[in-house]
């Protein structure tokens, strides 16, 4: 019984071990797995933060793409904006020359609708003589990566949906999207401007033409060039007003080198127009420029066969004006149909009164020149008459003069008192027309028999004045001063007679107190050329300045010659030799407070 309940204890005993035994590997179990559980969960929050920090991270990089997006949006909206409201042309395309995008601005130069050109080759863009040298360069560029595709600009020829052509401004650069390579063009249609230039080209080279030209029939081949080739027109003619038949004769008819129209040319030169007939005589009539789209289908053009037969289209004409008389008609002519233009006509109808006011102008410088030349014969002509007929007068007038003085030397005291009264006034009358005729001789001399201009001492000549007059200034007692004279070109013979005539003229008109006579002169830097005033200034009777012009001329005397002898011609004489050195004289006076004559001679 006893050994029953030890085994029972032993067994109890050992089942406890066992428990124990498994409660300490249960515990280290329990330790082990709170340890991993611990770890695993030291690692979820270390992996937790990590996500946390990488969302962060995320939320950042889509916030900061999104802002990207929006800004490449944004910048997009404005590079359409640009695009789309840009003045030129933009087109872009791909290494095959595909066009792979455009503007609004190029689809309105070339008449396209974007549709029609995506897609297309770019060389429907370009007149068919363009297209293989655009092809050939961009060819070249790929191959080489050098030639003339690229460039800040150039002037190249476009091509619009209707087929007309026209000049544009091309810049060309090349963008590398991805790997494909795409070139990006941008284009500006400089029609207008270019047309500007050339009609004002064609203004100025017309102004110069009549600038330099002495004729009409010098200047109209040069003009009819100008306009033809700053204006690409082939033919241009010239038809000049035949007023004796009332018809247009043609002047001139000109033409481009490379252009042959030898039909046209030859009936233009033949044919005379009637008012209101072919181009011309409509343009006469109306007095107005005209415009024909086409001569050939014109029903008022005679020379229409002709025309098309060397393939002339389009034409225009304006008048030659001088106000509202037309003077002539000016015609031109291509190959081409061309639309009307009245900007044209109008800059054309300023171009006619320009020729009209040449025309008018060497029409009034031919007849100048007439009145002139025979001005200058009429004036040769009675210098010579002049001269010859006061040297031949001398003679008899002598003859006359010494039988005078004999009758009243032999006869006076002898005859009655009214003898000797008509012998005085005879010896009287022969002496004053000795001196009329002497100082007429002189006048005329003036100008037969003067000398060429030379450096000439002024004070020089009037010392030899005041020699002539030594006798004269005796008897007034005159008082000469003056100041230093210069020395200029002039005649020295005739500026001592212009001191001499005008002292003299000092002395002969004084008061009652002696003659005082001042001469001076002085540099003027406001005449053109520069020139000497000199000053010769009196104190005598003075002039009314009513007769400040009158007195320069011939025979002109404001005295009786019992008040003042002379003959009238002294200071006539003053103002020759003044106007042949290219001075001029006047005078400055008032009655009773003297007079101060002026005159001006060339420095140089």
């Known amino acids: 019984m006893k050994g029953d309940t030890t085994n029972e204890l032993e067994r109890l005993r050992a089942q406890v071990e066992a428990l124990q035994q498994l409660l300490e590997v249960h515990e280290r179990a329990v330790v082990e797995q709170a340890g991993r559980l611990e770890h695993a969960l030291a690692e979820r929050r270390q992996h937790t933060e990590i996500l946390t920090r990488t969302n962060q991270g995320l939320e950042r990089e889509i916030a900061e793409r999104k802002a990207a997006e929006a800004a490449v949006r944004a910048s997009e909206a404005k590079l359409r904006a640009i695009l789309n409201t840009a003045v030129d042309g933009i087109i872009s395309i791909d290494e095959r020359g595909i066009i ?54 150039r002037e ?103 252009v042959q129209v030898p039909d046209f040319e030859r009936v233009t030169r033949e044919t005379t127009f009637a008012p209101q007939i072919g181009l011309p005589g409509r343009v006469w009539s109306s007095g107005q420029a005209a415009w024909i789209r086409d001569v050939v289908r014109d029903t008022n053009f005679p020379r229409a066969p002709f025309a098309a037969k060397d393939g002339l289209h389009g034409a225009f004409g304006f008048p030659i004006h001088l106000g509202e008389e037309v003077l002539g008609v000016i015609e031109f002519f291509s190959h081409e149909i061309r639309q009307p233009d ?188 520069v020139a000497w005033v000199f000053f010769v200034r009196d104190n005598g009777i003075g002039i009314e300045s009513e007769y400040f012009e009158r007195i320069f001329g011939l025979f002109q005397r404001l005295h009786t010659r019992e008040q003042y002898p002379g003959t009238g011609l002294g200071l006539a004489m003053c103002k020759r030799i003044v106007e042949r050195h290219g001075g001029r004289i006047w005078l400055d006076s008032k009655p009773g407070e003297g007079t101060t004559f002026f005159f001006s001679l060339p420095a140089r």
């Open 156 to 258: 190249v020829v476009g091509r619009r949906k209707d087929g007309s052509t026209f000049l544009m401004h091309l810049a060309v650069s090349e963008v590398h999207p991805g790997e494909s390579r795409v070139f990006t063009g941008i284009i500006r249609d400089i029609t207008v401007s270019k047309q500007m230039e050339r009609r004002l080209a064609a203004q100025h080279a017309v102004t110069r033409v009549l600038a330099e030209a002495a004729s009409l029939p010098e200047a109209t081949p040069r003009i009819l060039q100008a306009v033809c080739e700053c204006l690409e027109w082939d033919v241009g003619a010239l038809w000049k007003l035949d007023r004796s038949a009332n018809v247009l004769r043609c002047l001139e008819v000109w033409r481009l080198p490379t």
């Open 100 to 153: 792979v995008a455009l503007n609004p601005a190029a689809q309105h130069i070339f008449g396209y609708q974007e549709t029609e050109l995506l897609g297309a080759n770019v060389s429907l863009l370009m007149p068919s003589p363009h297209r293989e040298a655009h092809d050939r360069y961009l060819a070249d560029y790929l191959r080489t990566g050098q030639g003339k595709i690229l460039g800040l600009g």
């Open 342 to 529: 009245d900007d044209l006509l109008r800059m054309f109808g300023a171009i006619g009164s320009q020729i009209g006011q040449f025309i008018e102008r060497k029409r009034a410088e031919e007849q100048l020149r007439q009145t002139s030349a025979e001005l200058a014969r009429s004036n040769a002509d009675l210098q010579q008459f002049a001269y010859v007929a006061s040297h031949d007068l001398q003679e008899p007038l002598r003859m006359v003069a010494s039988y005078l003085q004999l009758i009243q030397d032999r006869y006076q005291g002898k005859l009655d008192r009214e003898a000797d009264e008509f012998i005085g006034y005879a010896v009287d009358g022969a002496r004053h027309m000795r001196a009329l005729i002497n100082d007429l001789l002189a006048y005329a001399r003036l100008g037969a028999k003067s000398k060429p201009l030379a450096p000439t001492d002024s004070s020089a000549a009037l010392d030899r004045a005041l020699a002539n007059l030594e006798i004269a200034v005796e008897e007034s007692g005159a008082v000469i001063t003056r100041d230093p004279l210069p020395t200029l070109p002039a005649d020295a013979v005739q500026l001592a007679q212009l001191f001499q005539n005008l002292v003299a003229n000092a002395i002969k008109f004084r008061g009652p107190q002696p003659p005082r006579v001042h001469v001076s002169a002085e540099r003027s830097t406001e005449a053109k050329p």
